[in-house]
């Protein structure tokens, strides 16, 4: 039996961690006070509360989520790429634990707003940066 590559075990906890996401945000915007800016838009659930009326950590943790989705993707796509043309290696391995590390570090940081200027770009940049090696690692399996 073929043995489970661990950038695809990341993979999988990334998307837990994108399908679970929006869970603090709901919380928030369901524990708003009645009346309050942020619930006049969503008391008769005709349209989403604006996020931008939100307590402050509501509104981070919908931008938490965005945020995740928008590299998520794209890595996503990368490592499945990686897997198809059989590239893992010891740069692809430790690619996918840091990025996954620095996307639980970057939704906590965002939520709570200890990840302030410059940690939380800092954060998204070095996300960004393992989306580039993984591009990498599908080109010099490829060739």
Do not use: K
């Not at 490592?79 to 690619?95: M, P």
Request: aromatic fraction near 14%.
């Amino acid at each position: 039996m073929e043995s489970f590559p661990t950038e695809l075990g990341i993979l999988t906890c990334l998307g837990i961690l994108a399908a679970s996401l929006w869970i603090p945000y709901i919380i928030g915007v369901n524990t708003s006070e009645a009346g309050s800016p942020a619930d006049i838009d969503s008391q008769d659930f005709s349209r989403p509360a604006n996020p931008a009326l939100q307590r402050p950590w509501v509104h981070r943790a919908y931008r938490a989520h965005l945020n995740l989705l928008e590299q998520f993707v794209p890595f996503a796509f990368l490592v499945l790429l990686v897997d198809r043309v059989d590239g893992f290696t010891a740069l692809t391995y430790w690619t996918a634990i840091a990025f996954f590390w620095l996307r639980v570090a970057h939704a906590i940081g965002y939520i709570t707003g200890w990840a302030r200027l410059p940690a939380r770009p800092i954060i998204f940049t070095l996300g960004w940066v393992c989306c580039l090696i993984m591009a990498y690692a599908v080109f010099a399996a490829a060739l």
